[in-house]
């Protein structure tokens, strides 16, 4: 296995969309989508679930809202928390929220919800916990500061349900090259990372909050 640290995967990326001219939105889908082949990979039943994903208002987020976005088209309820307010989503996360917010305008029953504190966080805690499956896509690798407030809240009531969690590229809360976690970490039961594995994902304790990883 090939690993890289969060500096080594951001300096591809970047090496990627200035020098290679690959657009950085094209990327964003390019990794949502692989993340939910791997979901739909790994529940066979999947149609019959309903889905909640925690999306933070950066890129993770954007990926979040990418599979939501198949998901969707798959007819497949999804209840989408955004830990944040709509306009501080920015960039091609805002581009993908957008994308599937139209998806939802035609459904029913799936939403984007804003949750951008703790008492809004507590008012939806037991909608919430009523969901068969959590897609965190909180934080991604750039993280590097203690989880506080809102995000650490979030991660605890994740880590509390007794439903399984799907983390995009990295479990929130987890230095991508330590493996330690910041403070609080999701503890996921499979986790798709993309195109290297970073360290923090197979060192211990890394390791056991990664849960399979592909």
């Known amino acids: 296995m090939f690993l890289v640290t969060a500096k080594q995967m951001q300096d591809m990326d970047k090496n990627t969309i200035e020098s290679f001219g690959i657009p950085g939105i094209v990327l964003m889908e390019n990794a949502g989508k692989g993340a939910f082949d791997y979901l739909v990979e790994k529940l066979i039943?999947?149609?019959?679930?309903?889905?909640?994903?925690?999306a933070g208002r950066g890129?993770?987020?954007?990926?979040?809202?990418?599979?939501?976005?198949?998901?969707?088209?798959?007819?497949?309820?999804?209840?989408?928390?955004l830990l944040s307010t709509k306009?501080?989503?920015?960039?091609?996360?805002?581009?993908?929220?957008?994308?599937?917010?139209?998806?939802?305008?035609?459904s029913s029953e799936s939403c984007i919800i804003e949750i951008s504190d703790t008492d809004k966080l507590k008012e939806q805690k037991d909608d919430m916990l009523r969901h068969d499956l959590f897609i965190d896509a909180i934080f991604g690798t750039g993280l590097n500061s203690d989880v506080r407030g809102l995000f650490k809240d979030a991660?605890?009531?994740?880590?509390?349900?007794?439903?399984?969690?799907?983390?995009?590229d990295i479990p929130s809360g987890l230095h991508a090259d330590t493996g330690q976690p910041l403070g609080v970490a999701v503890k996921a039961d499979a986790t798709a990372t993309f195109a290297f594995s970073k360290t923090g994902l197979v060192l211990?304790?890394?390791?056991?909050?990664t849960g399979e990883l592909k």
Do not use: W
């Open 59 to 81: 890129n993770n987020g954007g990926d979040g809202f990418v599979i939501a976005r198949y998901l969707m088209e798959r007819g497949i309820i999804v209840t989408t928390f």
């Open 155 to 168: 991660i605890e009531l994740i880590n509390s349900s007794r439903s399984p969690v799907f983390s995009v």
């Open 45 to 54: 039943d999947i149609h019959t679930k309903k889905i909640a994903v925690l």
């Open 204 to 209: 211990y304790p890394g390791n056991h909050h």
């Open 87 to 106: 306009d501080k989503v920015k960039g091609d996360a805002r581009i993908n929220m957008k994308l599937a917010q139209k998806l939802c305008d035609l």
